[in-house]
């Protein structure tokens, strides 16, 4: 990623606010039901790689940390990410 990509996403993008984090589902989540993969940004400072482990453990997600990988991984890593996804729809489309 170029310094100025990483400037302009620096800028723009926001954290959520509380009334986002706290509004109640709306109905049954599909991770209940439909299998979840979770990629885990290994050096994410955003959202600590231990919660993003006990966020996947909850969903029974299947999961691959990206060693040293920063929060937006599937920018900085395009092709670990795309080979991911890639994995995930060999594996629910059987």
Same mark, same amino acid.
């Given at each position: 990623?170029? @310094?100025? /990509? &990483?400037?302009? !996403?620096?800028? &723009?993008?926001?954290? &959520?606010?509380?009334?986002? *984090? @706290?509004?109640?589902?709306? @109905?049954?989540?599909?991770? #209940? ?5 979770? !990629?885990?940004? @290994?050096? /994410? =400072? ?24 920063? #929060? *937006? ?5 395009? /092709? ?9 729809? =060999?594996?629910?489309? =059987?």
């Amino acid at each position: 990623m170029s @310094g100025k /990509d &990483a400037a302009l !996403l620096a800028i &723009a993008q926001r954290p &959520a606010s509380g009334a986002a *984090l @706290g509004e109640p589902a709306a @109905g049954p989540q599909a991770w #209940h039901t439909i299998p979840s993969y979770d !990629l885990i940004s @290994g050096a /994410d =400072r955003i959202i600590p790689p231990a919660a993003q482990r006990f966020m996947a453990a909850r969903a029974g997600a299947t999961t691959q940390v990206v060693k040293g990988a920063s #929060h *937006l991984v599937f920018v900085a890593q395009p /092709d670990t990410a795309v080979a991911f996804i890639e994995r995930a729809a =060999r594996e629910t489309s =059987r």
